[in-house]
């Protein structure tokens, strides 16, 4: 048994795409109540095919959203594992 607790990729990669997808939709619905106080323009390059606003885009803004989360958890959970076993050797 080892001494170092690795984490697993799926609830990573469910809780960061959930958490991005949430404040996407957030974001929009802030827009939409307040449109003179809109950031929309500051994230519409990092999601590719999304425009202001429709429902299809919405869409895919979810979609490509929660596919960040789980990039980054493709990303970190490996990256994690291997320096804490290294730390612990």
Known sequence: MSDTKSIRIYP???SLGILLAFSFAL???FGLLFPW???YQAWLPLLPGVSWISWPSALLGLVESFAY???IAVIFVPAWN???RR???
């Open 37 to 39: 106080a809109t950031m």
């Open 69 to 71: 989360g789980w990039y």
């Open 87 to 89: 730390a612990m050797a």
């Open 12 to 14: 990573v990669g469910m």
């Open 27 to 29: 974001c929009v619905l």
């Open 82 to 84: 291997f320096f804490s």
